[in-house]
């Protein structure tokens, strides 16, 4: 390892610095490149679906990796429970983008519950939300709780849910 002088800031510096510890300009050693992500699979399988997939980025040929498993994590992915940005679950997705029995995520759609940025389901909560039972900024909803709009509907059902979940969470 050899000391090098920083042309910037003129601090002393290691040839295998990535940067500069003080003024942060780039260091004389190469940056590592992320080539073709990262891809795991439990060996735990059902159904000859692994119970865990994990994956990111592309493969070999360029191809986008998509997580298939009963949790699936990745930037994509399919599975009962995803966690992905882009995703569907079967029972719970959860992310950016996200589809599933329960959805929660910025843009969340859920067959019961959506919960995020933009939602919609059955009971959908967030800024924007569409849905029969509706609790946010601003949606449409047959029941909507919202600064312009309070159905008694709504609000007896989502003060109800918050009252068990805080029981639930022992909060009460």
């Not at 865990?52 to 399919?78: C, L, P």
């Amino acid at each position: 390892m050899a000391l090098q002088t920083c042309p910037d800031c003129g601090n002393e510096l290691s040839d295998k610095a990535i940067a500069c510890p003080r003024c942060g300009r780039p260091g004389p050693a190469p940056t590592i490149a992320h080539k073709g992500g990262y891809e795991w699979k439990s060996r735990v399988k059902l159904f000859g679906i692994p119970l865990v997939h994990v994956a990111f980025g592309s493969d070999q040929k360029g191809s986008t990796r998509v997580a298939k498993g009963f949790v699936a994590i990745g930037q994509f992915g399919i599975g009962a429970v995803t966690i992905a940005q882009f995703g569907v679950g079967v029972l719970l997705g959860a992310g950016q983008c996200v589809v599933g029995f329960f959805g929660i995520g910025q843009a969340a759609v859920g067959i019961i519950l959506g919960v995020g940025q933009f939602a919609g389901g059955l009971l959908a909560i967030g800024q924007i939300v569409v849905g029969i039972y509706g609790f946010c900024q601003a949606g449409w909803a047959r029941y909507l709780w919202s600064p312009d709009r309070v159905d008694m509907e709504a609000v007896a059902l989502f003060s109800t849910l918050a009252l068990r979940a805080s029981q639930l969470l022992g909060l009460q």
